[in-house]
């Protein structure tokens, strides 16, 4: 599998039973078509719906649903449609229980940045009232970028969407959380030694006495 699929295979671990939960543009998308069996959750969506699924087969898409990307949906039963204003409502309100954000960066600090690169700035979106209103933020990503640099800093260097909003932090070669003392390594990819992630990550960071092999949801 490629490392999106992968990311977004164990973020779907990261969901609780009986969360509501809303699902960022991008590699977020697809932790839909993971989440386990055992588990039911709500997915949210900031366009307006509750209550869908993982992606149709093609040729089963209706183009009236979708996700925040314009993706097609399916819509699980009790499934509800509604205005944007009313989808910002349950953000704002602090109903979502879990946002899975894609980023451009983070930091040691659970900063996250994702929404503008230099020449490019399309917009914040409802990543900025995500970070505030959900309760538990978890950001993917990958590790480095094209040029083998760390996407996980010191210190963010892009504009912020939120300050010290994250919890979790998956890339396709670990999982880290953010706490109070600092970014800890929880789970690390086979392969690979807490060594080779200190060798690829700029931010700091401790390694959890129970470090264990990174985990996906199948």
């Avoid at 973020?11 to 009986?18: C, H, Q, T």
Wanted: net charge negative; with cysteine.
């Amino acid at each position: 599998m490629d490392f999106r699929e992968l990311i977004a295979r164990r973020a779907a671990l990261e969901l609780k039973d009986g969360e509501v939960v809303n699902l960022g543009f991008g590699m977020p998308m697809a932790v839909a078509n993971f989440i386990p069996k055992e588990v039911e959750v709500i997915l949210q969506s900031e366009n307006g719906c509750l209550v869908f699924g993982p992606t149709p087969r093609l040729g089963e898409q209706d183009a009236d649903t979708a996700n925040s990307g314009s993706m097609p949906i399916t819509l699980k039963p009790g499934a509800s449609l509604f205005d944007i204003f009313t989808s910002f409502g349950i953000i704002r309100g602090g109903h979502v229980d879990t946002a899975i954000l894609g980023a451009l960066e983070v930091d040691q600090n659970g900063s996250i940045a994702n929404w503008s690169m230099p020449g490019r700035s399309p917009g914040m979106g409802g990543a900025m009232d995500l970070v505030a209103g959900a309760r538990k933020i978890v950001a993917i990503l990958q590790h480095n970028d094209k040029k083998g640099e760390s996407k996980i800093l010191k210190e963010c260097s892009l504009p912020l969407t939120g300050k010290a909003a994250v919890d979790v932090i998956i890339t396709e070669k670990a999982v880290f959380h953010v706490t109070s003392e600092g970014l800890v390594l929880k789970e690390i990819i086979p392969g690979l030694t807490t060594d080779d992630i200190r060798a690829v990550t700029q931010a700091d960071f401790t390694v959890s006495a129970d470090i264990c092999e990174y985990q996906v949801s199948f």
